[in-house]
């Protein structure tokens, strides 16, 4: 049986660790390579590494960090931001990443995920999104809109209906990331992520609003993810990743517990 | 010095800095005359069984790795490299090295709702001992990342199995040969002790 997975989102703006608070005032907190190698350490299962500012500024992924990064942490990471073609995909996995996330390109170009899933591998193409709460609409019934540029641009694509359609181009793995619980720590959007979990087959990865290990403990019993994304609460201390699997594994989830 | 085969089959230079950070020398070589001359060899890889296949045969690699086999080099298989010593996968019915009896065959899940790949961290339960799993204890996890799992002929020659719908084989172990279906290089600390035994292993027999 498979263990659910803790996941460290690493926001990288140039070569800092960023964090947003609702994808707006980002500001730098430091080393993501040594904050990556401590999580590594520290027992988390797997890191993702954010360009948040890639998509935005059509700017290529920091391939150096990459390799950086691989030859700090043994286990597996994905990259995400401004990835648009199989050859950026590549480079990437070349350059020691397990997964790659695109986001904003395949809305653009859906075809990108098939295409990256034949060249690396269907598990290796991860597809991200940023939904935001909306009215209900004939266009968007779950009431869950897709945004793309780093969570600026809507696109009125209904994000339940994106989410399958991912699957069926070939993604292997889902990332939800709420805008509208980002930074909040109020908890994850358990309703939108138990939502898309229930309509695919592929795992699905809870992101945006961690604040407490109960509201971890939520997504993965109540929101039906296989992971869940942490950000704020580990950057800044609050909790260590030992901390929040300790609780999740004494409240009865699987986790990988030696490290 | 390990000698890590490079046969186009993915990434493999996750299993080389792996390697450095256990503090062993090692480098990647697509060359038949070095596998077949190695002190050491790792046989990685990912991808399908077909192309790995024939990408080993046109090179030559293929009879290197099986001569390496018979005059007793140590090996150790990771993955594909791993699916592709028995005799044959069922991935596009494909004829392998055949360094140890038996076949590679495709998850039959039951559970519909177990997902193939079978891809994250699982536990490895050691059922008979192996230099290579010494210090492995239950609830000790590796990381996975496949559809196909080995299945060797002769249960003896099955040394940890995993369970995903039901235990498969996913370590076996034959002479000089040892081969594991999850990723050493990506599996922690303990993927890294695996490989720092590998380092010490003289191909002992158990």
């Known amino acids: 049986m498979l263990s659910k997975r803790l996941v460290i989102c690493l926001d990288v703006r140039g070569d800092k660790l960023a964090k947003s608070i609702k994808f707006a005032e980002t500001k730098d907190i430091g080393d993501p390579i040594a904050k990556a190698r401590q999580y590594y350490e520290d027992g988390v299962d797997e890191l993702v590494f954010y360009d948040i500012t890639a998509s935005r500024e059509n700017r290529d992924i920091r391939i150096h960090m990459v390799e950086q990064a691989a030859s700090q942490i043994f286990i597996p990471f994905s990259v995400g931001g401004g990835i648009r073609s199989v050859k950026d995909a590549t480079k990437l996995r070349n350059a020691g990443a397990e997964k790659v996330n695109v986001n904003t390109a395949a809305v653009q170009r859906p075809k990108l995920i098939t295409e990256i899933a034949e060249a690396i591998g269907s598990q290796s193409a991860i597809l991200s999104m940023d939904i935001r709460r909306v009215n209900p609409t004939r266009e968007i019934p779950s009431g869950y809109e897709i945004v793309i540029n780093g969570g600026i641009t809507p696109t009125g694509i209904d994000a339940l209906g994106w989410a399958k359609k991912g699957e069926e181009l070939g993604a292997g793995e889902l990332v939800i990331n709420s805008i509208d619980a980002d930074g909040t720590k109020d908890g994850y959007e358990l309703k939108l992520t138990r939502m898309i979990a229930d309509a695919v087959g592929i795992p699905v990865i809870a992101s945006g609003g961690a604040g407490k290990p109960e509201h971890l403990y939520d997504a993965l019993t109540e929101g039906r993810a296989d992971a869940a994304l942490v950000a704020s609460i580990v950057h800044y201390g609050e909790y260590t990743c030992r901390q929040l699997k300790e609780y999740l594994h004494g409240r009865g989830i699987k986790v990988r517990m030696s490290y | ?206």
């Open chain 2, 1 to 206: 010095m390990i000698t890590i085969v490079d046969y186009n089959a993915g990434n493999i230079r996750s299993v080389l800095r792996a390697c450095g950070e256990v503090g062993a020398k090692a480098a990647i070589t697509g060359d038949p005359e070095a596998v077949a001359k190695a002190e050491k060899i790792i046989f990685p890889g990912v991808g399908a069984a077909p192309s790995a296949m024939a990408y080993l045969t046109k090179t030559g690699l293929d009879t290197a790795l099986t001569e390496a086999f018979r005059v007793g080099i140590p090996i150790l298989g990771i993955c594909m490299g791993t699916q592709i010593v028995l005799e044959s996968s069922e991935e596009g019915d494909q004829k392998c090295l055949g360094l140890i009896p038996g076949r590679t065959v495709r998850f039959r899940l039951k559970d519909k709702r177990l997902k193939i790949p079978h891809m994250g961290w699982n536990e490895v339960k050691v059922v008979k001992p192996h230099p290579l799993l010494e210090g492995i204890k239950g609830g000790d996890e590796f990381y996975f990342v496949h559809s196909y799992y080995p299945q060797p002929a002769d249960e003896n020659n099955i040394y940890a199995v995993a369970d995903y719908g039901g235990d498969f084989c996913c370590a076996l172990g034959y002479k000089n040969l040892f081969a594991v279906q999850f990723h050493p290089e990506k599996s922690g600390r303990l993927g890294l002790e695996l490989l720092e035994r590998f380092t010490k292993w003289e191909g002992e027999e158990v």
